[in-house]
Structure formats: structure tokens, C-alpha cells
């Protein structure tokens, strides 16, 4: 554990190092955004095509065509869940929250894209929908929908536990459903899973230690986190156990809930889209 008071004696400067402004990494004004109004607009009409149940303390995958929408919800009680996305025709190509979280923040909600790992970091889902946008910041810094948490997960869950082995964490709830899902080994399909976008947790760090906390969750039955696809996705989606993660996760003895997956193909694609390319970076990586 690192020491709760600094051992070294502040320099004489230290109240102008800590004055200087902070500096946003990746300005996003020249990013493309996606048109809100034309998504939403191309909802009218829409015919839902599938809808999955997942759960509690398991995970289920789910096919989303481009150009389609799809709402997460909370059905019978709060409960949080970690999402997993992949271009439904190649698995390499998936879900990038270490570049999501740089360029749209610490949280995600509606107009904010879900970008894909190098190299193609392209959008592959936009937020239309988030019925807990009101939540914001609270006083302890927490809010909801996360793209700074990775997953709960067996190995770290070993660690903290002295060797307890737990096979409900949100990691291997992935990891069945996506080797269900295409016919995969479980080692074949561990390997692509990969960190989440937290739906419905709310999340921060702490002001003293800078640690990554937990809280009740706001959601409640009927909320629901909506999404287009801007390709062809594979969903991958766990009902966390620790249910609306105000206690612990990795347990059963909390109570935990379903979530419910719909699909909704428009009747027509909304004004002036197209599935975006690939990065156009030409990978010489300077050679």
C-alpha cells in the first residue's frame, strides 16, 4: 500500500506547480459527431426484431445490424451491467474504452460515441437515449456509466479473496456467453473480452486516495441506456453480481436483477448516415 502521508517535504514551489491549469489531452471540436437529431428522428416507425433477457449473475450476447438500434434496461429491479461490443464479422476488431474514455470523459451518455481498438478506431455505436443523463456529477464525485472500471473479474477476485474461486464475475460471465454465442473455446474467447462500458454504475475515485468507488446506483425498472449501431456489432452484455453495486460485487449474497437487450430496426436509415470507415492512418508507424 503506498503511505498515507507524502515522505518527501513539499520544494519551495509547490503552490505554483499546483496552480498551473490542466490542459485538455484530445480536443474534440474538429472530432466527427454523429447527427442526434437524424438518429433519433429515424426511431419513428422503428419494429423491434429481437430482445434478449439476461440473468442475474450471467451474461448473454446478442447481434445488432448496423443501422440498427438497441436499449439496454432495467426490468425488475436496480442492477448494473457490463458491456462488451465487437464488429459482429471480426472479433480483433472491439471495443476501446481506454480511447473512449479520452476522448468523451470518465462517463458516457447521450451524443457520445463508442470507438473500436486500433487499428481501425472508427465509432462503431452512438448513445441516442440515457434516462439517467439527469444524475450528472454527485457531491462525492460519482456518476453513471463508466468507461473507467474494467470488469469484475476470477483472477483479481483470487487475489483479494486468498485463492476463493468465483466464476460469476462479469470477465467469465462474458467470456461463456461469447464462447455460447460463436462456437468458441473458452480460452479462444477469453482472450477477446475486454474491458466495458459499466451500464448504470454509478462510479468515481475518491478525493483523498484517487481510488476507484462504487455507489448505489439510481437506476430504476424502466430506465434504459439506447444505442445505434454504426456496424455490424456483437453484443456481449453481464448482469454484474453485485447488483447495483451499493455493497460488493463478486458475491451472491446480494440481490441482483435481469436486464432485458431489444433490438429495433428502422424503416428507413437515418438522414445522411453511412457505416463509418476504418481509420485512415497508413500504419508505417514511421517506416
Known amino acids: 500500500m503506498k503511505p498515507t502521508q ?13 496552480a498551473i491549469a490542466p490542459v485538455i489531452c484530445y480536443p474534440v471540436e474538429t472530432l466527427p459527431r454523429a447527427d442526434l437529431a437524424a438518429l433519433r428522428a429515424a426511431r419513428t416507425g422503428w419494429e423491434k426484431i429481437s430482445e434478449t433477457r439476461v440473468p442475474p449473475r450471467d ?64 465509432p462503431m455505436a452512438t448513445i441516442t437515449e440515457d434516462t439517467l443523463d439527469w444524475y450528472g456529477f454527485d457531491t462525492f464525485g460519482g456518476a453513471v456509466h463508466d468507461v473507467i472500471g474494467t470488469r469484475c473479474d476470477p483472477y483479481t477476485h483470487h487475489l483479494l479473496s486468498h ?23 473458452l480460452t479462444a474467447a477469453e482472450a477477446v473480452v475486454h474491458d466495458v462500458l459499466n451500464v448504470f454504475m454509478c462510479t468515481g475515485f ?7 468507488f462504487m455507489k448505489a446506483s439510481p437506476v430504476r425498472p424502466g430506465d434504459y441506456l439506447e444505442f445505434f449501431a454504426e456496424i455490424d456489432l456483437l453484443g456481449g452484455l453481464s448482469a454484474c453480481p453485485g447488483g447495483d453495486c451499493s455493497s460488493e460485487h463478486s458475491s451472491d449474497k446480494v440481490t441482483c436483477h435481469p436486464l432485458l437487450v431489444e433490438v429495433f430496426r428502422p424503416k428507413a436509415p437515418p438522414a445522411g448516415w453511412s457505416s463509418p470507415a476504418r481509420n485512415g492512418y497508413d500504419q508505417t508507424h514511421g517506416r
Open 6 to 18: 507524502p515522505e518527501h517535504a513539499a520544494p519551495a514551489d509547490a503552490a505554483a506547480r499546483h
Open 59 to 122: 451474461g448473454r450476447c446478442f447481434e445488432v445490424p448496423a443501422g440498427h438500434f438497441f436499449r439496454i434496461t432495467s426490468i425488475e429491479g436496480p442492477q448494473v451491467g457490463d458491456l462488451n461490443l465487437w464488429n459482429a464479422h471480426d472479433l480483433s476488431e472491439r471495443f476501446y474504452s481506454g480511447k473512449t474514455r479520452a476522448l468523451h470523459g470518465t462517463h458516457l451518455s447521450t451524443g457520445d460515441q463508442l470507438w473500436t481498438s486500433h487499428p481501425n478506431l472508427r
Open 163 to 185: 485463492g476463493h474461486h468465483y466464476h460469476a464475475c462479469c470477465h467469465s460471465n462474458l467470456t461463456r456467453a461469447l464462447a455460447d454465442a460463436r462456437g468458441l473455446s
Open 206 to 212: 475518491t478525493r483523498d486516495t484517487g481510488q476507484y
